[in-house]
């Protein structure tokens, strides 16, 4: 039986850089975020993931759009619906990851064009400063 999985995703822009994260040992960046849980509203789960992966206060601002994206990982394929929304980190930290199997990075948006970034649909709509819904896969 095949699942869609619902994904809260946060794009944060400080200084005109991005801040992305990526598995360690892996070559794709994601924008941060996580799983929606069972009663929980996209932002609350945005709030609480970066909380939990960056040990920062955040804010919600805005919803950005929606994003469908589908991949394949070690054989098993992966469909996801990303609902996408404009964040503020209150405390403005290090953005040191909390979780031992990620890292991540500020990408200026050059470096942000060239990354391999995943869905891909996101970031270049990020590039192109709009909002959208994704085309699928």
Sequence with gaps: MSTIECIARGVIEEDGKFLLCRGKGRENYFFPGGHIEDGESAGDALVREIEEELGEKSE?????GASENKYEYKGATTHEINLVFEVALINKGDCISKEEHLEFV??????LRDAVVFPVSLRDAILQNKSWASDGF
């Design 60 to 64: 919600v601002k805005r919803f950005l």
């Design 106 to 111: 500020w990408l200026t948006r050059d470096e």
